[in-house]
């Protein structure tokens, strides 16, 4: 992908320093939106302006800054998505005939258009807000370990657990949804000779048995999404109870703290705040690397169709013939198809 996107590499280059600026301006509001709560409540005025106009600036800050991300990520993906079909399609003009007796054109159409489609989403959202969640789930953790270490780490040791089914959620999301693109593919194939043949499927009245093909493709894939979607139940599930175990968490230790005059109420607000937002962006992070795992599995065939090399009738340099006359006499020639040899 970094091939194809290499030469306009400053508008990655860009979008990649408009989403750091604007995660660490994220990161930062919970801060000083806790700090302007506690020096209002305790009628410090001075100390209240300055807190409300750096909220304000980071707010500001980070609202130009997440527009100019989403434009250019926007950007770099339709650079990607374009010379991807360009180089599939170059690619797919230059093999040899054999190949499109092995291939149907239905599939092949189908991976210019939904596969590539799929790749679409990789940049401009994907990859975007995986960096982005991952620096602003960072520095929260930064924070929530110097404001205090037990209850930091008590919420690292959940992030891990989410990790940990992030992972293995994120592998069943790559082998279903390159199952679902082949199937896909089958489909379209089943539809493509049907519709081309229609006047001979007419003649013999195999309406019923075309329909009965399609349909075991359609079966399979909804087998496939029914699947899909009970693990992304489970992974609901898991995310839900860790979240709620970090709040219940925070408040015990944290309450308990306060009683013993270890930290005050605004920095329990703040370690809330944080831990939330570290919890969260790495429910981001997870949701966002399936799909980015989906886009891979879908993009798989596209690669290796792009990897193939062209056809020797293409590479060949060729005699150059210093005299030619116009009598051309054939003695013994016989020839074949790799995939007809008969």
């Known amino acids: 992908m970094w091939e194809l996107v290499a030469e306009d590499r400053w508008v990655v280059f ?11 301006s994220e990161v930062s ?29 980071l707010c500001i800050t980070a609202g130009i800054c997440s527009g100019i991300r989403g434009c250019l990520f926007g950007v770099a993906n339709m650079i990607l998505v374009k010379r991807l079909r360009e180089k599939l399609y170059s690619t797919l003009l230059l093999q040899d005939i054999s190949f499109f007796d092995s291939e149907t ?9 939904s596969d590539c489609q799929q790749v679409s989403r990789v940049i401009g959202n994907d990859l975007n807000l995986i ?20 209850l930091g780490l008590c919420v690292l040791v959940i992030c891990i657990s989410l990790s940990a089914i992030m992972l293995i959620y994120g592998q069943y999301q790559k082998k279903s949804a390159k199952l679902t693109q082949e199937f896909t593919a089958s489909a379209n194939e089943v539809a493509q000779e049907t519709f081309s043949l ?24 909804a087998g496939i999404s029914l699947r899909q979607s009970a693990a992304y139940g489970f992974w609901n599930f898991g995310f839900n109870t860790l979240y709620h175990s970090t709040q219940v968490i925070a408040v015990l230790i944290g309450g308990m703290s306060i009683l013993s005059g270890q930290i005050t109420a605004e920095q329990l607000t703040k370690f809330i705040l944080y831990s939330e937002w570290l919890i969260y962006s790495t429910w981001w992070v997870g949701d966002n690397l399936s799909n980015l795992m989906q886009s891979i599995g879908a993009s798989e065939k596209v690669f290796h169709l792009i990897d193939l090399s062209p056809s020797d009738q293409f590479t060949a340099k060729g005699l150059k013939l210093q005299k030619l006359t116009g009598r051309v006499e054939f003695v013994n020639v016989s020839f074949h198809y790799p995939s007809r040899t008969m």
């Open 131 to 150: 960096m982005r969640n991952v620096l602003q789930g960072t520095g929260a953790l930064a924070y929530l370990l110097f404001l205090s270490l037990p």
């Open 29 to 57: 509001i919970p801060h000083y939106l806790t700090a302007s709560i506690f020096s209002a409540q305790s009628s410090t005025i001075p100390l209240f302006h300055q807190n409300v106009r750096r909220l304000v600036l």
């Open 198 to 221: 229609m006047r001979t499927v007419r003649v013999y009245g195999t309406e019923k048995l075309e329909l009965g093909r399609y349909k075991q493709w359609l079966d399979k894939l």
């Open 105 to 113: 054109v239905g599939g092949l159409t189908s991976r210019l258009g």
């Open 14 to 24: 860009f979008a990649f320093v408009a989403l750091i600026i604007t995660a660490v």
